[in-house]
Each structure stands twice: as structure tokens, then as C-alpha cells.
């Protein structure tokens, strides 16, 4: 799913608000904390997770791999603070329509 700009600055006022649902500690990205975020993406569709991990690199591919993991989309990320978003079946966010 690829969201347009306008989307996602959607996204981010809804997000704002939100405080982070998972935090990556010490362990890192493990398969626990993997089926908590996937858990969490199904329940609220848009969440925060963060990332306490100083090096920049590793922090980018913990961030690839959550999202080709869980396929969510990545809204944004501020500092350690990743926000994710994806729909879940009953589609509790309404996002505005894509143009053509």
C-alpha cells in the first residue's frame, strides 16, 4: 500500500497524540516483539513504536525489516520514534481518497 502525501499527513495529525505502543529495548527486533507490533497494527492500524538504538544504520534496518515484516507502511520517523500504519479489515481509520 503506498499512500499519497496528503495521506500521509493525515496520518500524522491522527498520530500526534499517540504514544508509543512498543519500545525496542536492549534485545532489539526480536520474534516477540515482531507479533506484538503485528498485534498492535491489527488493533489500532496506526501506532508508535520506538527505537532506542544510537546507531543510525542499525535503526534503519530495524526499521525495514518491521515494516516488510508486519507490511505496514512507514508514516514518518522522528528521532527514535517510528510511526506505522496499516489497515486492518475492518478499517477503524477513514483516510482520504487518492487522486488520479
Same mark, same amino acid.
Given at each position: 500500500?503506498?499512500?499519497?502525501?496528503?495521506?500521509?499527513?493525515?496520518?500524522?495529525?491522527?498520530?500526534?497524540?499517540?504514544?508509543?505502543?512498543?519500545?525496542?529495548?536492549?534485545?532489539?527486533?526480536?520474534?516477540?516483539?515482531?507479533?506484538?507490533?503485528?498485534?498492535?497494527?491489527?488493533?489500532?492500524?496506526?501506532?508508535?513504536?520506538k527505537i532506542a538504538?544510537?546507531?543510525? +544504520?542499525? &535503526?534503519? *534496518? /530495524?526499521?525495514? @525489516?518491521?515494516?516488510?515484516?508486519?507490511?505496514?507502511?512507514?508514516?514518518?520517523?522522528?528521532?527514535?520514534?517510528?510511526?506505522?500504519?496499516?489497515?486492518?479489515? +475492518?478499517? &477503524?481509520? *477513514? /483516510?482520504?481518497? @487518492?487522486?488520479?
Open positions: 500500500m503506498n499512500l499519497t502525501t496528503k495521506q500521509k499527513q493525515h496520518l500524522k495529525g491522527l498520530a500526534h497524540s499517540l504514544k508509543p505502543v512498543v519500545m525496542l529495548g536492549s534485545n532489539g527486533l526480536t520474534e516477540g516483539v515482531l507479533a506484538e507490533i503485528d498485534s498492535a497494527l491489527s488493533h489500532h492500524e496506526l501506532i508508535k513504536v538504538s544510537a546507531d543510525r +544504520e542499525l &535503526k534503519n *534496518a /530495524i526499521v525495514d @525489516a518491521i515494516i516488510r515484516e508486519t507490511q505496514a507502511v512507514k508514516v514518518q520517523m522522528i528521532g527514535h520514534v517510528l510511526v506505522l500504519f496499516r489497515q486492518s479489515e +475492518e478499517m &477503524k481509520i *477513514a /483516510i482520504p481518497q @487518492a487522486r488520479k
